[in-house]
């Protein structure tokens, strides 16, 4: 099954616009993150011009409704959050607070960042992930 026809395209530009919000943490987006927030467009069926429209007109957020896509959503957000290696407490926050924004459980996302720590490049594997929020939601 496809994940990006599960969710519509609403949706997929308002994940893209929180995206691209969450990299703008530091001014100016990196190219490494640009390349990433593209390839997850292009994943996502988003064609460019669209893409580069949502760096100046942000889309209003829209709650995902599926609790797998938000774990993805949030699994891609720590993907993006260690592209540049350095993670700063205003990050780490940022990202606290988007996962509680999605509906995901406090003690989930502070097991998924403590975790991160243990991976090669800061990276948890997504099975990972799933198990720790699958934990949390039965």
């Not at 780490?92 to 924004?101: E, I, Q």
């Not at 406090?106 to 099975?127: A, G, Q, T, W, Y």
Request: hydrophobic share 40%; net charge negative.
């Amino acid at each position: 099954m496809n994940p990006s026809n599960m969710i519509n395209r609403v949706e997929k530009l308002s994940l893209l616009s929180e995206m691209i919000a969450f990299a703008q943490t530091d001014e100016n987006i990196k190219s490494i993150e640009y390349k990433f927030l593209a390839s997850i467009a292009k994943q996502l069926e988003i064609s460019k011009e669209d893409f580069d429209y949502l760096f100046d007109h942000p889309v209003t957020y829209v709650h995902l409704k599926s609790h797998s896509e938000r774990i993805v959503q949030f699994h891609r957000l720590v993907l993006l959050m260690n592209l540049d290696n350095q993670i700063s407490n205003k990050e780490l926050v940022k990202l606290h607070n988007f996962g509680l924004r999605m509906g995901l459980s406090h003690e989930s996302i502070n097991r998924v960042l403590d975790l991160m720590e243990s991976f090669p490049n800061k990276i948890v594997p997504p099975d990972f992930l799933i198990d720790i929020f699958k934990v949390q939601y039965n």
